[in-house]
């Protein structure tokens, strides 16, 4: 990373070159997302050796939704191992929305990968624990680890979301007609519903991003959450499949592994650097906010950060040299 000050110019700068777009709509398919107000822009970026950089409404709560899937995955392949998860849930794309029953019926109820609902179901059916209040009790405190405090749950849109999830409910139902699905499916949901009512702020997000770019050790706590090696298979899979559909275009404009989620938040990750966290609630077409990719592509180009850009090793000159 650049020095502390060029980082805190960079953040100051994505901020600016982001606010001006107004353009996408505040999520309304669950019912306490659509009171959001659109106009809020937080950024946090927290780098491996404990700073964070924020700006503008960095710590305000909002539900963390989709993202919360990136965790639960590192949670499961933690305990069930590389392996095991990949047979289960899968890492490949499957070019459709997020809830996509057309999916499942796509591929023989294989639910593809763990960022749609359909494998996030997955997911949280596997986490350990004997009964579904064991598995949530492994759930919050695994979330609250990467951020370094303890998460509660937005009452108020949990229930909201439990009103209104038929879709994920019929999901679920239908992974278990494929045998694929371990527990009961209603109380899988609820898990789910759980998780993705977290509250969480922008600063969290970055931290906990951080965390999965520093080999799994909190840089804010110092705590191992998880292994190097879950972190590394975390991000790949966010690599392919983060930002819904849209996966493949983010990686080809910010060049890191991130994950969305509806409230409006993006969290990205670059390896051995740093977390990105951005927050507005304005989303695009697929359900990204459309301020946190700005966000984020500014502070992937300004900072170097782009995983697929190089320069020259050696210069001509050297290569005459070597090749002498
Ligand atoms: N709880 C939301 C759902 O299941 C999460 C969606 C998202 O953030 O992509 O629909």
């Not at 009103?163 to 409910?169: A, D, F, I, L, V």
């Not at 991003?209 to 520093?214: E, I, K, Q, S, V």
């Not at 592994?257 to 951005?278: E, H, N, Q, R």
């Not at 077409?285 to 946190?292: D, L």
Request: glycine share 10%.
């Amino acid at each position: 990373m650049p020095g502390s000050e060029r980082v805190e110019e960079a953040v100051s700068a994505a901020v600016s070159h982001a606010l001006p777009h107004t353009e996408g709509a505040v999520a309304d398919y669950i019912p306490t997302l659509a009171e959001a107000d659109p106009g809020v822009l937080g950024v946090a970026l927290a780098e491996v050796g404990g700073e964070v950089h924020e700006r503008g409404d960095s710590r305000l709560e909002f539900s963390i939704q989709s993202i919360s899937k990136a965790f639960v995955y590192a949670l499961v392949c933690q305990e069930l191992g590389h392996r095991a998860v990949h047979d289960r849930v899968g890492v490949n794309n499957t070019g459709l929305p997020f809830n996509s029953v057309m999916a499942l019926e796509l591929n023989d109820g294989h639910p593809m990968n763990p960022m749609v609902n359909a494998g996030a179901l997955v997911t949280t059916s596997l986490v350990p624990g004997a009964t579904p209040a064991r598995q949530w009790d492994r759930i919050r405190r695994c979330l609250g680890a990467f951020c370094g405090r303890e998460l509660e749950v937005y009452e108020e849109t949990y229930r909201a979301e439990s009103r209104t999830n038929g879709r994920n409910r019929a999901i679920a139902q239908l992974l278990a007609s494929y045998g694929r699905l371990d527990g009961d499916a209603e109380a899988v949901v609820d898990v789910y519903t759980r998780q993705c009512s977290l509250a969480v702020t922008t600063r969290d997000l970055a931290v906990m991003g951080a965390t999965l770019a520093d080999g799994g050790v909190n840089p804010v706590t110092g705590q191992q959450v998880v292994p190097a090696s879950v972190c590394r298979d975390t991000l790949a899979v966010l690599a392919s499949t983060g930002l819904y559909e849209r996966s493949g275009e983010w990686l080809f404009e910010i060049g890191l592994p991130g994950k969305s989620g509806v409230s409006g938040g993006i969290l990205t990750v670059s390896p051995g650097k740093a977390g990105i966290a951005a927050f507005s609630p304005r989303l695009d077409a697929a359900g990204n906010s459309v301020r946190a990719q700005r966000v984020t592509a500014h502070l992937s180009r300004s900072l170097g950060l782009d995983v697929f850009a190089s320069t020259a090793a050696t210069t001509t000159e050297d290569h005459t040299h070597d090749q002498s």
